[in-house]
């Protein structure tokens, strides 16, 4: 009796969870009570699948794979908030404009940038990157002018290979002076790819 | 102090609080009290001062919605009378009969016995959980075993 109990009992189980529509419904009402500080979603682009994450401000990061998006999160959570969930709606106005400039239909980006991952001088050097329009070049020294600090390249170059939003913020189109392609978060193939995207390159 | 981001919670704990509530409510209301307690969680997550015994704390919130849930449906005058829930769906649960019988067992009675036989606890952890000694929750669910078998006949079987 006591087994038969004990069996009924295990036997019986649960519907499951669908646990995406559950996320979903979960990140869009926390977004509605204003409890959602950071939402992110994967975004699959030429370069790979990126990870797009947005604050009420503004696109705080844009990684590439590869870039580790668990310890992203994590500084983010420590930075800015841990109420961070999956939530593609939230992800959306920039994921369309990625995809618009990926297809040689947008030259240039409007979406509002959170800056609290960047300090001090690294912030200057890539708001000035931010300026260097599509199709155009420029030089670590260049920025580093327009930052103020002519003679900071080499701090220059380690801002924006630090860059938290890569492609939307251009360090792509910052080079050597010498006409070398310099350095990229992603990797110099992406670089060599969005160069070519933007006429830069010859493809 | 480091908390986890909130999704990673979310990702490890919403299938067993889920399971949990079910025991607990009854298939038609456990996601919605799932939901409300992943707000409830959300809402307080910044002031945690540690990201010790996270899923404790998210199953004592878990029990608390449940329990308002509880309260809330008998304050619905239908569903207080006859004790059924009409929108659970008949194949919702392989047992329907025997787990309406554990919804009516006493609160601790009721925790203990979805804890050991929807989770699959040891005594030990039912007790911590619970706030309680190993020997305490044993007793919780033997309480409960006991009540169920007087109130569920062999013929629903």
């Known amino acids: 009796m006591t087994d038969d109990l004990d069996r009924r009992l295990r036997a019986s189980s649960a519907p499951a969870l669908d646990l995406n529509r559950f996320q979903d419904a979960l990140s869009r009402r926390a977004a509605d009570e204003g409890l959602l500080d950071v939402a992110y979603a994967v975004h699959d682009s030429p370069l790979g699948l990126l990870t797009v994450m947005v604050t009420p401000r503004g696109l705080v990061r844009l990684s590439y794979p590869g870039e580790g998006v668990e310890a992203q999160l994590e500084e983010l959570a420590e930075r800015i908030s841990p109420r961070i969930l999956e939530a593609p709606e939230r992800t959306d106005a920039v994921r369309r404009q990625l995809e618009d400039y990926f297809s040689g239909r947008r030259t240039s980006f409007e979406v509002p940038i959170d800056w609290r991952l960047v300090r001090g001088f690294a912030g200057d050097v890539l708001r000035a990157t931010a300026r260097i329009p599509f199709g155009a070049i420029s030089t670590y020294r260049d920025v580093a002018a327009q930052a103020g600090s002519p003679r900071a390249y080499r701090a220059a170059g380690n801002a924006l290979g630090s860059n938290p939003v890569p492609i939307v913020v251009p360090c792509h189109r910052v080079l050597h002076a010498g006409g070398g392609l310099g350095g990229y978060t992603g990797g110099l193939d992406r670089k060599r790819y969005l160069l070519r995207l933007e006429g830069v390159l010859a493809s | ?157």
Not at chain 2, 20 to 35: K, N, R, T, W, Y
Not at chain 2, 77 to 98: K, N, R, S, T, Y
């Open chain 2, 1 to 157: 102090m480091h908390l986890p981001p909130f999704e990673s919670l979310v990702e490890a704990h919403a299938h067993e609080l889920h399971r949990f509530l079910v025991g607990l409510l009854g298939p038609s209301d456990a996601e919605d009290c799932l939901q409300e307690t992943f707000m409830s969680a959300l809402r307080a997550y910044p002031r945690l001062r540690h990201a010790d015994h996270l899923r404790a704390w998210l199953y004592t919130i878990a029990q608390r919605k449940a329990t308002d849930t509880v309260r809330r449906r008998a304050r619905r005058p239908a569903q207080a009378l006859d004790g059924v829930e009409p929108a659970a769906p008949p194949a919702a649960e392989g047992d329907d009969g025997l787990w309406l019988a554990v919804r009516q067992l006493p609160a601790k009675q009721r925790v203990a016995v979805v804890h050991r036989f929807a989770l699959d606890l040891a005594y030990a952890e039912i007790g911590q959980r619970m706030g309680i000694s190993e020997e305490a929750a044993r007793q919780n669910v033997s309480a409960g075993l006991r009540r169920l078998r007087k109130e569920v006949t062999p013929d629903d079987r």
